[in-house]
């Protein structure tokens, strides 16, 4: 039996505690008054972690995205290069010249020395 009636006063104590928080009893208490500034530091610490876990997440799509954006631009950069390579082979260039008369150098390059007198070079 007691422990029914203690039941029922925790439970009084329960909608009693519940309806001065809706009835706003709870703010004309002398605990209230002595606990607001805690309160307000409390609400402010919250806030501040809010925008902070925000601004953070924001950070990171935004990492994210300019990591996407770097590895297209590196597999951009390897098929470029593949292609120039591909064209700048000499069998390719001596095909696509074929048409314009051009043709493939098969002795080796010349070097052309000329000999200057140091007195007539200098003015």
Do not use: H
Not at 38 to 55: E, K, P, R, S, W
């Amino acid at each position: 039996m007691e422990e029914q009636e203690e039941k029922k006063e925790k439970k009084k104590k329960g909608k009693k505690g519940f309806m001065s928080v809706l009835g706003g009893k709870f703010l004309v208490r002398e605990s209230f008054a002595k606990q607001f500034p805690f309160m307000v530091y409390v609400t402010l610490l919250l806030m501040a972690i809010i925008t902070n876990t925000y601004i953070a997440e924001e950070r990171i799509r935004e990492l994210s995205k300019t990591t996407k954006q770097l590895n297209d631009l590196q597999v951009e950069y390897v098929q470029v290069k593949s292609a120039i390579m591909e064209a700048s082979k000499q069998s390719v260039l001596s095909r696509k010249l074929s048409g314009t008369g051009l043709k493939e150098a098969t002795e080796p390059v010349k070097r052309i020395e000329v000999e200057t007198n140091d007195k007539e070079a200098k003015p």
